[in-house]
């Protein structure tokens, strides 16, 4: 009876080897063990996301979930600010449609929609916030940095920029005159 068992795993693993060895060669999506190795496939550096994640998703067309513990800032050359989950599309030298990564310049937080890779040669990637691109140096993300835990609300409360409509609405409420102060 355990024979029979073994065989039947047996037959079930030549099965399945063949598809997986043949996923991992053709460079699929969903054979990387780690978002780490993805970025690496795709010529990103590998500390663009902080240090730990163990959780991700990334399908063959290049749509990526991060899913991280909790949500957390890591310093670089500025401070950046990683949602609990983040994603995004992730393509050779880019990463766009991004969602869950919000940079600090002049203590203002702004979303980053788009990072990408200058020329090798440069030695500089690109955080685009929409109307403007920040370029940091590419070595600064050679090797994942370790994340400090942050509350949003409090991240929200020190940082007024990343919410504008709300703070205009708060000072619109809470004036004695009725008159919006900017």
Known sequence: MIFTSKTHLSKKLELFLPVLIFCCLSGRA???SSIYEALKANGLPVGLFPKGV????????GKFQVYLDQACNAKFENEIHYDR???GNLTFGLIGGLSGISA???FLWFPVKEIRVGLPSSGLIYFD???VSKKFSLSSFETPRDCVAVQVADLDEETPAKNINGELQYKLEHTDS?????
């Open 30 to 32: 969903a054979c990387q």
């Open 54 to 61: 163990k959780n991700f998703t990334l399908e063959s067309s």
């Open 85 to 87: 989950n983040v994603s």
């Open 104 to 106: 600090q310049d002049l």
């Open 129 to 131: 916030v929409g109307v």
């Open 178 to 182: 009725g008159i919006a102060v900017s």
